[in-house]
């Protein structure tokens, strides 16, 4: 019996899928390239261009297709492999090379989109390395073309597609054979296959290196979009347990269901405000169905780390208008660019600690140019009243003013220029390091709202290194210091008048909740898959009993101690049923 094994990826896509496997190879194309003769010359010009115009109805067809299924927002990628068969430019250049050069036009297409290409393999970042397939999809799609070859893939409904690499239009026309699923050696979370498997809401996992080496068409198999693994030949038992989950998943479907329109209160009538975070603009239409939430936290960075460049004020001011229209009149909170400690730096400066290094608001008080404009992005953006900014890795008051300053001279060009944008637009910041609660009072006079971020929080509280397996253990976010300075944090903002959202994963942690509610905390911001319990846990639990868990958490000593008092609590209160 073929054993089970299980391979690791990176989770582009969540779900979770049980089925058979195809493995999908993209055969060769070769070219010609041989000399020929003047009287020739036409006829090769002539074969190109029908390829080129073929190419062009092909993508056309799939831009339709995939403008039905995603949207035009998750499509565009069609729009610019079209571009590159409509620049007549490069198309002469072809044409004035095979008249020149007297060489076959397969050789001087195949030659010309290869220096396009390279260019993009060439780059040292991620996304624009991702970008070179989507060129040579269009050289091997008119290659194809030109040689008149069909591509044939014959598919069976529900199965799980393994490659090497899938180029965009894959994912789109795999779709129509309603797979269950995309695992490739390749790519990465801003690679096509994972941005269009989220818009489709296909389980994918990518980034696996070499596991279309190891599976066969037929081969039975689990994927799993949250965790990032795939498991090859599954025993019995494996099945079992993710049957189980599959079920448990659509039970919490149904709980979104159930609470989509109830508010998220306690039941003696203290409101929490429930928000999402997000990294990419194609997940705003999904959290929409999950009770049209407002945004907690809108992670930018993903606009740099997709080009490995800063993003122009127009691409910025698309999509933050974009994710403001579509949400409105909820709220959503663009925090600025939070780049270094763990996420890839602007340049190829090599930090001993990144995370203690030049990272969040550091970069963009050194890069004035880059900080502004994506203020003035955020700020154009802002017509409808519903954006609020957030400054990360806050640790000085002097940042705080010299941000504050910044946005000041933006809003006054502005103003010069008569533009439209909320000039009394909130502005906040993420207490994540001990300096920040620590001095709380104080910032809290300087600016809107605090959100706290519990990851770095915990993580610079206790000099645990959370990514590191050798002392996982000792980062615990029910730590009496954590939680400590969470309460102090919220004790100071609520003395000023501002309100406090926590948006780490303490967020998330189902038995922090009571806790959280008990410390007076006034938004949680999670993934939305967590929604229905949170809702759950709040409504079936007093504000007043909450507060008494916390006072007496607060007296005690280790986090065994807390745990122990708050699971005892969340058995006596937590009402399951309500």
Not at 536 to 548: C, E
């Amino acid at each position: 019996m073929t054993r089970e094994k299980i391979y690791r990826g990176i989770p582009a896509s969540h779900g979770i899928s049980i089925s058979k496997a195809y493995l999908y190879t993209r055969r060769q194309v070769s070219i010609s390239h041989h000399e020929i003769s003047e009287s020739e010359t036409e006829n090769e010009i002539g074969q190109f261009t029908n390829a080129v115009e073929i190419s062009r109805k092909e993508l056309n067809k799939i831009y339709t297709l995939s403008v039905e299924r995603i949207g035009e927002e998750n499509s565009r990628i069609f729009q610019a492999q079209l571009d590159i068969l409509n620049d007549n430019i490069f198309i002469n250049t072809v044409f004035d090379r095979i008249k020149k050069e007297k060489r076959t036009s397969g050789f001087i297409f195949h030659d010309e989109i290869s220096k396009l290409a390279n260019v993009l393999l060439s780059a040292k970042d991620d996304y624009m390395k991702e970008r070179y397939s989507d060129i040579i999809d269009v050289k091997n799609r008119v290659i194809r073309n030109m040689k008149r070859e069909k591509l044939v893939s014959k598919v069976d409904e529900n199965s799980i597609i393994f490659a090497h690499e899938l180029t965009p239009a894959d994912t789109i026309l795999f779709s129509k054979r309603k797979v269950q699923g995309y695992a490739t050696d390749t790519g990465g979370t801003t690679s096509h296959t994972a941005i269009i498997s989220r818009a489709l809401r296909i389980p994918a996992v990518v980034g696996m290196k070499v596991i279309s080496k190891h599976v066969l068409t037929g081969d039975t198999v689990i994927i799993d979009g949250y965790e990032g693994t795939v498991i090859l030949n599954p025993r019995e038992e494996t099945i079992e347990i993710y049957k189980a989950k599959l079920i448990k998943h659509k039970q919490e479907q149904t709980k979104f269901e159930k609470y989509v329109d109830l508010p998220c209160q306690t039941l003696d009538k203290r409101k929490i405000e429930i928000t999402s975070n997000i990294d990419f603009v194609e997940e705003v239409d999904f959290i929409q169905n999950c009770g049209h939430c407002g945004i907690g936290l809108y992670r930018t960075e993903h606009l740099f780390m997709a080009k490995g460049e800063f993003p122009t004020e127009a691409e910025q001011i698309e999509e933050y208008t974009h994710i403001a229209n579509v949400t409105f009149p909820k709220t959503v909170t663009i925090r600025t660019f939070d780049l270094g400690g763990d996420k890839v730096l602007p340049t190829a400066i090599k930090e001993s600690n990144p995370n203690l290094g030049w990272r969040g608001i550091r970069i963009c008080l050194d890069r004035e140019d880059i900080f502004k404009t994506q203020l003035r992005a955020i700020l154009l953006s802002s017509s409808k009243k519903n954006i609020k900014i957030m400054y990360p890795m806050i640790s000085s008051l002097d940042e705080v003013r010299k941000a504050k300053r910044i946005l000041n001279e933006v809003k006054t060009e502005l103003k010069n220029r008569r533009a439209d944008f909320d000039k009394d637009i909130k502005v906040g910041i993420m207490v994540e390091v001990p300096s920040a609660f620590m001095l709380a009072d104080e910032f809290a006079k300087e600016v809107d709202f605090f959100s706290v971020g519990t990851n770095d929080l915990t993580q610079y509280l206790l000099a645990v290194d959370r990514g590191n397996e050798l002392i996982s253990g000792m980062y615990q976010q029910l730590h009496p210091a954590v939680l400590r300075a969470l309460n102090w944090t919220i004790e100071k903002a609520h003395c000023n008048k501002i309100k406090v959202s926590i948006c780490g994963e303490l967020g998330s942690m189902l038995l922090a909740i009571p806790v959280l509610v008990g410390m007076g905390i006034d938004e949680i911001s999670v993934n939305p898959s967590v929604f229905p319990e949170i809702k759950q846990i709040v409504r079936g639990i007093n504000y007043s009993d909450a507060k008494l868990l916390v006072e007496k958490i607060l007296t005690l000593s280790t986090e065994d101690e807390i745990s122990r008092e708050v699971e005892d609590f969340y058995e006596k209160n937590v009402n399951s049923e309500n």
